[in-house]
C-alpha cells in the first residue's frame, strides 16, 4: 500500500525520452517518461497497464533521469501548468506523489516566500526530493511521506495543490478529492494534469478519465471544478477552487 501512489506517479512519465535506469525492469515497449510513471502508479494499485509491465523504483537517484531528463519540458510544458497555478510568491503550495520533483523544485522557485510540500509514498524518493532541495539551495521545499489513499496534508494548511498523472490509477477518487479539498485554505485551488484520451503517450486507453469525470470527481467533493482552458500536447487540466 505505501508504495501505490508513487507507482502511480511515475508510470507515465517514463517515455518521452530515455530508456529505464539500470537496475529497474525494462517495460515490454519503448522505454519513455510517460509509460514509466504509467507502470509505477500500476504497481503502486495492484493493477496493470495491459503490457505486464512491472518496475522497481526503490533507487530514486536512477529513475531521476527519467523523470528529470530535459526532454521532457517539450511535451509537459511545465510553465503552462504553473500558469494554471495562479501562484502568488508566499502561497503555501503541495505537489501530491511529487516522484523526484520535476514540478517541485519548479514550484519552489516559483513562491519564493513561500513553502512547497512534495509528497510522496515511496521512501526513497523523499529521502531524494530533501537532499535535492539542499543541492538546489531551496529551502522553501520539504518533503512529506504519504500513503496510499490519503496525501498527509493537514487541514486548511495549503493553497495550491498540483496532481500530475495521478487521478486516473486512484483506488477512490472521489474520496482523495474530499482528501484534498479539506486540506485547501479558503479560496484554495487543486490542480489536475493527465493525458487525454487520444493522447499519443501515456497509460492504455482503458485507464485514462475524460475530463469531465475528475471535474465530477471534484465537485463530489465540494470543489467548483472546471476543465481548463490552457491546454497541453497530450494532456488536459482539471482545476477546482475551494469557495
Known amino acids: 500500500m505505501q508504495r501505490r501512489l508513487f507507482a502511480i506517479q511515475t508510470a507515465a512519465l517514463v517515455g518521452a525520452c ?3 535506469p539500470p537496475h529497474a525492469v525494462a517495460p515490454t515497449g519503448p522505454a519513455t517518461p510517460e509509460h514509466g ?9 495492484g493493477g ?13 537517484d536512477a529513475w531521476a533521469k527519467v523523470f528529470d531528463d530535459p526532454a521532457r519540458d517539450a511535451w509537459q510544458h511545465p510553465e503552462d501548468v504553473l500558469q494554471a497555478l495562479e501562484l502568488a510568491p508566499a502561497m503555501t503550495v503541495a505537489d501530491v506523489g511529487a516522484g523526484t520533483g520535476y514540478f517541485a523544485v519548479r514550484l519552489a522557485r516559483a513562491v519564493p516566500a513561500g513553502e ?3 509528497t510522496d509514498v515511496e521512501p526513497d524518493m523523499v529521502r531524494h526530493l530533501d537532499e535535492r532541495a539542499r543541492r538546489e539551495e531551496l529551502g522553501n521545499l520539504r518533503a512529506v511521506r504519504a500513503s496510499a489513499s490519503a496525501s498527509g496534508l493537514a487541514a486548511q494548511s495549503v493553497d495550491r495543490v498540483l496532481v500530475v498523472h495521478v487521478w486516473h ?3 477512490d477518487r472521489v474520496a482523495y478529492a474530499r482528501d484534498l479539498a479539506a486540506a485547501l485554505r479558503p479560496g484554495g485551488k487543486v490542480v ?10 501515456g497509460p492504455p486507453a482503458s485507464h485514462r478519465l475524460a475530463p469531465e469525470a475528475i471535474v465530477a470527481d ?11 482552458p490552457i491546454t497541453l500536447p497530450d494532456q488536459y487540466i482539471v482545476e477546482g477552487r475551494r469557495p
Request: net charge neutral.
Open 18 to 20: 530515455s530508456a529505464p
Open 37 to 45: 510513471e504509467t507502470a509505477r502508479r500500476d504497481h503502486a494499485h
Open 48 to 60: 496493470h497497464d495491459g503490457g505486464g509491465m512491472h518496475h522497481g523504483f526503490a533507487d530514486a
Open 116 to 118: 512547497v510540500i512534495a
Open 169 to 171: 490509477h486512484l483506488a
Open 192 to 201: 489536475i494534469v493527465d493525458f487525454t484520451l487520444a493522447a499519443r503517450r
Open 218 to 228: 471534484l465537485t463530489a467533493a465540494g470543489l467548483a471544478a472546471k476543465v481548463s
